[in-house]
């Protein structure tokens, strides 16, 4: 749940917001004796309006989001978020009384949200009761590692990327004149790399759009490529600065992922399951 604009305008300190949280201590105080006294509206509900309550729950509800966001509890969030909840409630009695929930579009509204809801319960009930086993997630991780070491090496190249080929040329010779090849890659269109010298890290050939994965892997450790090398994206001028076997990362690094990726799989067959036994016309 995410604050409301009228909740998130309170932490930048508006006048007259300022004013409210200076008196919350005040209003959290009456809050206390009324609970001491055993008013029953105040004992069951964080207030009810028009007749309509407003449960506790729903304020702690309200909070937990708050501290999730890094806004922890107290006395004045609390009465802050309780005249949020007031004043919602007080739009939507509005909003009913002129009729406006019976609108096509906020039924069709209303209805989307409804489903998404539902989806999400079944989708986690599902889960819990089907959930990825431990001896999945080391099998998946197990074809990952096959597949990583049959990709054979991994690649640490840097790249520049310019419009046109005697560009290109004319940054290559002036690498031959011994010009840095990080200075160079400040003008590269790719600016993520050119910002790091071209670097593109370690990759696999695989990674690489063909073109370029041709031209990185005929080089030798330390070598530059001696003609533009043309792909979709323009002319690339590359490096290659090093080479070794590819390792695949530890299974606690991608343990996550595959989790999700499984999870997702049986989410899958869990929709093809019920749509083989849904009767569509």
Known sequence: MQTSARLRAVRFGSPRRQRSLLLAPALAGALACALMIGTPAIAQNAAVVNGKAIPKAK???????????????????????????????IFVQEADKRGLSKEDDVQRQLENTRQDILIRA?????????????????????K???????SGKEYKARHILVENEDEAKKVIAQLKKGEKFESLAKQSKDPGSGAQ??????????TFVKEFSDAMVALEKGKTVTEPV???????VIRVDDVRDAEPPPLDQVKPQIQQQLERQKVMQLQQELRAAAKVE
């Open 59 to 89: 304020v702690d509800e309200f909070l937990q989001a708050l501290e999730a966001q890094g806004r922890p509890d107290s006395p004045q969030t609390r009465e802050l978020v309780r005249e949020e909840l007031i004043a919602r409630e």
């Open 197 to 206: 010298g071209g670097d593109l890290g370690w990759n696999t050939a695989s």
């Open 144 to 150: 990952f590692k096959k597949e990583a070491g049959a």
């Open 230 to 236: 043309k792909t979709q994206f323009g002319y690339h």
């Open 122 to 142: 079944l989708i986690r009930d599902y889960l819990v009761k089907n959930p990825v086993k431990e001896e999945d997630v080391k099998g998946e991780y197990d």
